[in-house]
């Protein structure tokens, strides 16, 4: 195929995981025919890298090839932009727990034992208010209730009908 008939496209590596190849996403748009809203698609090329240059985000140029494998049809003729990736080292867990445990020691050692028994009772209070809230129906447990019933019950087994 002569080269000025070949296809050309502009697009952004989104994986480079495999050997020689990278999947390139190319967003194009179109007019609906109907609603005449613009409608974004995205498009996945497996594009061929023979030397393995392209990183997560660049910019490529890629250009239509003879069939590679079985799903590569598309090359890389240049990197248009270079994406900058930021050098982040993973967090150290223990680093993070000092600096947050000496917060938690200061919020702790405040105020005696008596002011933390008050906060603690206070905070028991603050659990019986949703039955107020409720407006202040006592609700009976189911084991009353059968204690009840089973009374009632226990007397008509007898054959004792209760008069009053």
């Given at each position: 195929m002569?080269?000025e008939?070949?296809?050309a496209?502009?697009?952004?590596v ?5 050997d ?14 109907l609603y005449?809203?613009?409608i974004?698609?995205v498009t ?5 890298d023979?030397?393995?240059?392209c ?8 250009e239509e090839?003879?069939?590679i ?5 598309w090359?890389v003729?240049?990197?248009?932009e270079r994406?900058e990736?930021?050098?982040?080292r993973?967090?150290d ?7 947050t445990a000496?917060?938690?020691l200061?919020?702790a ?16 209070d603050?659990v019986e208010?949703?039955d107020?809230a409720m ?7 189911e084991?009353e ?7 009632a019950e ?5 054959g ?5």
């Amino acid at each position: 195929m002569a080269r000025e008939r070949r296809k050309a496209r502009n697009g952004r590596v989104i994986k480079n995981t495999m050997d020689k190849t990278v999947v390139v996403a190319v967003e194009w748009r179109r007019r609906h025919l109907l609603y005449k809203k613009s409608i974004r698609r995205v498009t996945k090329f497996y594009v061929h890298d023979g030397q393995n240059l392209c990183r997560i985000g660049d910019l490529v140029h890629i250009e239509e090839t003879r069939p590679i494998s079985r799903l590569k049809r598309w090359r890389v003729e240049r990197i248009i932009e270079r994406k900058e990736v930021a050098d982040i080292r993973p967090i150290d867990l223990e680093e993070v727990g000092e600096r947050t445990a000496p917060e938690v020691l200061d919020v702790a050692q405040l105020g005696s034992d008596d002011e933390k028994l008050e906060m603690v009772e206070s905070e028991e209070d603050q659990v019986e208010e949703p039955d107020v809230a409720m407006g202040g129906l006592e609700v009976e447990s189911e084991e009353e209730d059968d204690k009840e019933s089973g009374d009632a019950e226990g007397e008509a087994k007898n054959g004792e009908a209760k008069v009053d």
